[in-house]
C-alpha cells in the first residue's frame, strides 16, 4: 500500500531536498498500479521538489518555507475542488501548519484515490503555479502550454519580415537620429554600423528608445559604452543566488558576451563626444531604462519624454525535464546613482506627454523630437 511511513519519510525527503538532489531513490511502497505510473509520481514530485528548493534559495526575495507550502497545498485545494476530489481528502491536523508535510500528505492520499499519471501532472502543475505565479511580475511557471507557447514565439513565424532594430537618419541642422525598437541580437551591431557611417563633426545625437521593451542584456551595455568612459559604472544587479550580484561598466569585457567583438575605441572621438539626448515614454523597459538611468546619472544626456515602464529584475530560466520550465526572478537592477530601476522607473529631465498609442516615432508628428532638438540647443 502507498499509505506505508517509509514512502511519506521519502517524501518529505524530496520537498527538502536541494536543487539538482538525486531523491526518491527507493521506489518501493508506491503500490502495485504500474511501473509507468509509479515513474510518473515520482516524476512530478521531483519536479515539485525542485522548484520549491530553487524558489527557496534563488528567488530575489527571502521566501519562507511555510508560505512556499501553504501556497502549493491552497492551490492543490482548489484543483481537488474543482475535480470532485476535496471530500476525500482528510482535512489537515491543526499542527501540520500548511508546512512541507502537508504537501506529502496529500501527494500520499492522492496516489490512493487516482487512476492515472495524468492526474500527477495536473495536480503539480495546480501546485506549481500556485506556488510562483504571484510571487512578482515576471516569475512563473512554464507548464506543457506555456513552455510550448514560448517555444513557438522565440524566432516569428517563418517566413515573415522582421522589423530592423536600428533606424538612423540625419536630421536639420547636422543632428543623428537614432531609434532602437529592440536590443536584439543584431542591435549593437547595427547601432556601432550607424554610428560608424554618420557625418563628421555632428550637432548632436537624438537616442530614441521609445516603446523598446528591453532584450539582450550585454547590448545594452555595448550601447552605453558608446558615450560613457570605460570605467564608468552602467549597472549593478544584486540578488540571493549565486553570481547574481555583479558591477557592469563601458568596459570591452562587459558587453562582448553578446556576440559584438569590435570595441568601442574604434568610434570617433567626435561621435562619442557629440551631444546626446535620449527619448523615453511608458513603454521603455529594461535595458532601456538601464542606458537612459545611466546616460542621466553620469550627467551625459538629457533624458526626454514620459517616465518609463520600471521593469528592472533580471529573470534566470530553468528547465525542469525539457518540456517545463520556472522563469524565476533571481536579482534586481540598480542604476549608478544606486537606486532600484524595479521600484522607481526613470523619471525625465524634460517631460513630454504622448497620445495613448502614439507610434509615430521619428515622423512629422511626433512631440518628442521637437523637444529633444530643443534640449540640445540648450546644453
Known amino acids: 500500500s502507498f499509505a506505508s511511513r517509509p514512502v511519506l519519510a521519502c517524501l518529505l525527503a524530496a520537498l527538502a531536498a536541494p536543487a539538482g538532489a538525486q531523491i526518491l531513490d527507493d521506489t518501493r511502497g508506491l503500490g502495485a498500479r504500474g511501473e509507468a505510473a509509479r515513474r510518473g509520481e515520482i516524476d512530478q514530485l521531483r519536479k515539485v521538489s525542485e522548484v520549491f528548493a530553487r524558489v527557496k534559495s534563488d528567488f530575489v526575495d527571502a ?15 482548489r484543483w481537488l475542488g474543482e475535480n470532485g476530489l476535496a471530500a476525500a481528502i482528510p482535512p489537515p491536523a491543526p499542527s501540520a501548519d500548511r508546512s512541507a508535510e502537508r504537501i506529502a500528505r496529500y501527494w500520499k492520499r492522492l496516489a490512493e484515490l487516482a487512476r492515472g499519471e495524468a ?15 504571484r510571487l512578482d511580475r515576471r516569475t512563473e511557471y512554464l507548464d506543457r502550454e506555456k513552455f510550448r507557447d514560448l517555444a513557438a514565439g522565440a524566432r516569428g513565424t517563418a517566413g515573415s519580415g522582421v522589423e530592423p532594430p536600428v533606424k538612423s537618419r540625419l536630421l536639420e541642422g547636422g543632428v543623428l537620429y537614432l531609434r532602437l525598437s529592440q536590443f536584439s541580437e543584431r542591435a549593437l551591431e547595427d547601432f556601432y554600423e550607424a554610428l560608424r557611417g554618420a557625418a563628421a563633426r555632428l550637432a548632436g545625437i537624438v537616442l530614441d528608445l521609445r516603446g523598446n521593451p528591453g532584450g539582450l542584456f550585454h547590448s545594452c551595455i555595448g550601447v552605453s559604452a558608446a558615450f560613457l568612459p570605460e570605467t564608468a559604472l552602467v549597472v549593478e544587479t544584486k540578488g540571493r543566488a549565486r553570481d547574481s550580484t555583479a558591477r557592469y561598466s563601458a568596459r570591452a569585457q562587459d558587453y562582448r558576451r553578446s556576440g559584438y567583438g569590435r570595441p568601442v575605441f574604434e568610434l570617433r572621438e567626435d561621435l562619442r563626444a557629440a551631444p546626446l539626448v535620449v527619448l523615453v515614454n511608458r513603454r521603455s523597459a529594461a535595458c532601456s531604462e538601464i542606458v537612459a538611468a545611466a546616460m542621466q546619472d553620469h550627467k551625459r544626456a538629457k533624458v526626454v519624454g514620459e517616465k518609463t515602464f520600471g521593469l528592472g529584475t533580471v529573470q534566470t530560466v530553468i528547465p525542469l525535464g525539457g518540456s517545463e520550465a520556472l522563469r524565476l526572478t533571481t536579482a534586481r537592477f540598480y542604476r549608478p546613482s544606486g537606486e532600484p530601476i524595479e521600484e522607481k522607473a526613470v523619471t525625465p529631465d524634460v517631460q513630454v506627454e504622448h497620445p495613448e498609442r502614439f507610434r509615430g516615432y521619428g515622423e512629422p508628428q511626433d512631440p518628442g523630437l521637437p523637444a529633444a532638438l530643443k534640449a540640445l540647443g540648450g546644453r
Do not use: S
Open 119 to 133: 492526474d500527477f501532472e495536473k495536480l503539480a502543475d495546480a501546485c506549481l503555479h500556485g506556488m510562483v505565479d
Open 63 to 77: 521566501i519562507e518555507e511555510p508560505v512556499l507550502a501553504g501556497r502549493c497545498t491552497a492551490a492543490m485545494d
